[in-house]
Protein backbone atom coordinates (compact mmCIF):
# COMPACT_ATOMS: atom_id res chain seq x y z
CA UNK A 1 0.00 0.00 0.00
CA UNK A 2 1.45 2.91 -1.42
CA UNK A 3 1.62 5.99 1.39
CA UNK A 4 3.22 9.68 1.37
CA UNK A 5 2.55 11.22 5.26
CA UNK A 6 3.44 15.01 5.60
CA UNK A 7 4.85 16.45 8.50
CA UNK A 8 5.80 19.45 10.12
CA UNK A 9 3.10 22.42 9.09
CA UNK A 10 2.13 25.00 11.41
CA UNK A 11 1.94 28.67 11.75
CA UNK A 12 4.71 30.77 11.78
CA UNK A 13 6.01 34.62 12.11
CA UNK A 14 7.03 36.03 8.61
CA UNK A 15 11.01 35.66 8.08
CA UNK A 16 10.74 32.01 10.14
CA UNK A 17 11.47 28.97 8.91
CA UNK A 18 9.79 25.73 9.08
CA UNK A 19 10.70 22.28 7.68
CA UNK A 20 8.57 19.74 6.69
CA UNK A 21 8.81 16.09 5.82
CA UNK A 22 7.60 13.43 3.88
CA UNK A 23 7.62 10.11 4.52
CA UNK A 24 7.20 7.67 1.72
CA UNK A 25 6.23 3.73 1.77
CA UNK A 26 4.57 1.16 -0.68
CA UNK A 27 6.92 1.68 -3.68
CA UNK A 28 10.92 1.85 -4.77
CA UNK A 29 11.63 5.41 -2.95
CA UNK A 30 14.99 5.42 -5.43
CA UNK A 31 13.34 5.25 -8.77
CA UNK A 32 10.74 8.36 -8.22
CA UNK A 33 11.08 11.71 -8.26
CA UNK A 34 10.23 13.47 -5.43
CA UNK A 35 8.48 16.98 -5.42
CA UNK A 36 6.77 19.50 -3.57
CA UNK A 37 3.92 21.00 -4.47
CA UNK A 38 1.73 23.99 -2.67
CA UNK A 39 -2.10 25.03 -3.34
CA UNK A 40 -3.60 28.42 -2.10
CA UNK A 41 -7.19 29.37 -1.20
CA UNK A 42 -8.37 29.89 -4.47
CA UNK A 43 -5.12 29.21 -6.91
CA UNK A 44 -3.66 26.34 -8.66
CA UNK A 45 -1.81 24.05 -7.22
CA UNK A 46 1.86 24.99 -7.78
CA UNK A 47 4.86 23.13 -8.13
CA UNK A 48 7.64 24.45 -5.56
CA UNK A 49 10.77 22.08 -5.59
CA UNK A 50 11.69 18.69 -7.00
CA UNK A 51 14.64 15.81 -6.09
CA UNK A 52 15.08 14.38 -9.15
CA UNK A 53 15.88 10.48 -8.94
CA UNK A 54 19.18 11.35 -9.89
CA UNK A 55 19.64 14.00 -6.95
CA UNK A 56 19.57 17.01 -8.98
CA UNK A 57 17.28 19.59 -7.92
CA UNK A 58 14.94 21.97 -9.25
CA UNK A 59 12.48 25.27 -7.81
CA UNK A 60 10.29 27.43 -8.00
CA UNK A 61 11.72 30.95 -9.09
CA UNK A 62 9.50 32.70 -5.80
CA UNK A 63 11.31 30.06 -3.91
CA UNK A 64 14.78 29.83 -4.69
CA UNK A 65 17.38 30.69 -2.18
CA UNK A 66 14.74 30.24 0.61
CA UNK A 67 13.77 26.54 0.47
CA UNK A 68 16.09 23.61 0.08
CA UNK A 69 14.49 20.08 -1.04
CA UNK A 70 16.44 16.64 0.18
CA UNK A 71 15.60 13.51 0.15
CA UNK A 72 17.15 10.41 1.95
CA UNK A 73 16.93 7.39 -0.47
CA UNK A 74 17.60 4.80 2.55
CA UNK A 75 15.05 6.07 5.13
CA UNK A 76 12.59 7.21 1.93
CA UNK A 77 11.93 10.70 3.17
CA UNK A 78 11.99 13.87 1.29
CA UNK A 79 12.13 17.06 3.58
CA UNK A 80 11.79 21.07 2.33
CA UNK A 81 13.95 23.30 4.61
CA UNK A 82 11.48 26.93 4.49
CA UNK A 83 13.25 29.93 5.42
CA UNK A 84 12.65 33.50 5.14
CA UNK A 85 8.86 32.64 5.03
CA UNK A 86 6.56 35.10 3.60
CA UNK A 87 2.84 35.88 3.57
CA UNK A 88 2.50 34.41 0.22
CA UNK A 89 3.98 31.15 1.28
CA UNK A 90 0.93 30.21 2.96
CA UNK A 91 -0.55 27.18 1.83
CA UNK A 92 -1.48 23.86 1.74
CA UNK A 93 2.27 21.71 1.26
CA UNK A 94 1.60 18.50 -0.68
CA UNK A 95 4.19 15.80 -1.11
CA UNK A 96 4.32 13.80 -4.82
CA UNK A 97 6.35 11.06 -5.78
CA UNK A 98 6.32 10.61 -9.94
CA UNK A 99 7.78 7.93 -11.21
CA UNK A 100 11.05 8.82 -13.45
CA UNK A 101 10.14 6.77 -16.53
CA UNK A 102 6.19 5.10 -16.14
CA UNK A 103 5.16 7.76 -15.13
CA UNK A 104 2.78 7.44 -12.78
CA UNK A 105 2.42 9.18 -9.39
CA UNK A 106 0.95 9.42 -5.99
CA UNK A 107 0.41 12.20 -3.38
CA UNK A 108 0.10 12.77 0.38
CA UNK A 109 -2.69 14.50 2.13
CA UNK A 110 -1.22 17.61 2.59
CA UNK A 111 0.23 19.62 5.68
CA UNK A 112 -1.19 23.46 6.09
CA UNK A 113 1.71 26.19 6.27
CA UNK A 114 0.61 29.59 7.52
CA UNK A 115 2.61 32.50 7.58
CA UNK A 116 1.31 35.67 9.79
CA UNK A 117 1.89 37.54 12.27
Known amino acids: QVQLVESGGGLVQPGGSLRLSCAASGFTFSRYHMKWYRQAPGKERELVAV???????NYADSVKGRFTISRDNAKNTVDLQMNSLKPEDTAKYFC???????????WGQGTQVTVSS
Open 96 to 106: NAAHAFLGNDY
Open 51 to 57: NFASGTT
